[in-house]
């Protein structure tokens, strides 16, 4: 997903992306109705009126932000499972095309509040499980064609990644370890795959 806004957003879109630049703004234990009309042209009695509460916006903002990270996903699809996978590394790489450091700003702060929000919770649940089926299936695909080896489980791998690359955003974000999710990137690309998956003959 990019964070390029829409030349002319909607009403709903344009309450979004401002909540998406509170969000990141303040936090999420900062973060009040006023700030997010502060961010757009809407008013906070039009806000509290739509939604009620801070708690009920963050809620669509967060099925939005999915929405919209998800549709990204179509960059994965294609035919060369190697291609998928360099693509779906990018995914999780903090400050690549397609994960901005203000993305993963407002995916750490919806983290943090899902610990104490069940509804949260299951909203990143259900993203991240279709995050590990699409990288099971991209391993899947590679162990059909033989560019990947097939006596590994996918399902275990998809697990290893995403684990590896979202620890190193979660160091980035939190810790402010600026570079180390690319780094990790690189070495899940140079050193790790040719070891775990890639096929002698691939």
Known sequence: MSDARRDVPSSHEEIMWATHDALCKHGYANLTMRNIAAECSKSHSLLTYHYDTKENLIAA????????????????????????????????????????????????????????????????????????????????????????????????????????????????MAAGMTGISADVRELVRTELLPELLFADDA
């Open 61 to 172: 903002y967060l099925e939005f932000l999915v929405e919209q990270f998800d549709e990204g996903g179509d960059l994965i699809d294609g035919d060369d499972p190697m291609e998928r996978l360099e693509r779906f590394l990018d995914f999780f790489t903090v400050g690549s095309d397609v994960y901005s450091e203000e993305l993963a700003v407002a995916f750490f702060e919806l983290g943090n509040a899902a610990l104490r929000d069940e509804g949260f919770r299951e909203t990143l649940r259900t993203h991240e499980a279709g995050n590990l089926r699409i990288l099971t299936d991209i391993v899947e695909r590679g162990q059909e064609t033989g560019r990947f080896r097939g006596d590994i489980d996918a399902d275990d791998v998809a697990k290893l990644l995403v684990s590896t690359l979202a620890g190193a955003g979660q160091l980035e």
